[in-house]
């Protein structure tokens, strides 16, 4: 989910997942030069994200990725590490949609303030890859069987909560004006697990910025 330009987490996505403004000259030549897919590197309008090329980014600094028990409350889990790993599928001329492929995501430095637990020993994204689109409006959704394990740890012994997307979809905005793309409360339900677990996850993240580590790490925008 790259860091990638808004026209309008409102995902990356992304990205799944910065200021973008300049363009390429139109004198310039050859497929580097391609300033009208969705998904540029360098500059809005810049060098074209290859098709293949790998995105990554993580959590904005002073940030963390949280899975809440509710849209509006601090309980629940909150991690102070995050990255995440796509590839590009398709990137068409701008406006459009170009799409992505989840291959990674992390979550590191987790801890949890719920009722009865000690600590978190870990949090993994599961059925992996998911599929990403991204619009030229800055719009990012993630499909698929998006599902999440936390395991975590209890005066009784590890606990395992695992929750799943609702309607398998994940939907973020990408925004140039703070270079990053966010996720806002978006709804996970239970699963499996006991009482321990609360019913839903709630999850929010920004990420920024998004490079393009094949292009040796030029930030992504999205046009």
């Given at each position: 989910m790259p860091r990638y330009g808004r026209a309008a987490v409102g995902l990356a996505a992304v990205a799944l997942l910065g200021s973008l403004v300049a363009a390429a000259p139109a004198s310039a030549a050859g497929p580097a030069a391609l300033a009208n897919t969705v998904l540029t590197t360098g500059s809005a309008g810049g060098t074209a994200v290859?098709?293949?090329d790998t995105l990554q980014a993580s959590l904005q600094t002073g940030t963390t990725a949280?899975?809440?028990?509710s849209a509006t409350g601090t309980?629940?889990?909150k991690c102070a590490a995050?990255?995440?790993?796509?590839?590009a599928v398709t990137n068409p001329a701008a406006p459009g949609t170009a799409t992505e492929s989840l291959t990674g995501q992390t979550f590191t430095s987790c801890t949890s303030n719920v009722v009865g637990t000690l600590g978190v020993n870990s949090v993994t994204v599961?059925?992996?890859p998911y599929a990403v689109s991204v619009t030229s409006a800055g719009a990012v959704t993630l499909t698929g069987s998006i599902q999440s394990t936390v395991s975590l740890r209890t005066l009784l012994g590890n606990v395992t909560c695992v929750y799943k997307a609702n309607g398998g979809v994940v939907r973020g905005t990408a925004s140039n004006a703070t270079t990053s793309i966010a996720f806002v409360n978006q709804p996970f339900t239970k699963s499996a697990g006991p009482g321990t677990c609360f019913a839903s996850a709630y999850f929010s993240a920004t990420y920024a910025p998004v490079r393009d580590t094949t292009q040796g790490g030029a930030t992504v925008y999205v046009n």
């Open positions: 290859a098709v293949g949280n899975f809440y028990s309980t629940g889990v995050s990255t995440f790993t796509a590839k599961d059925n992996l």
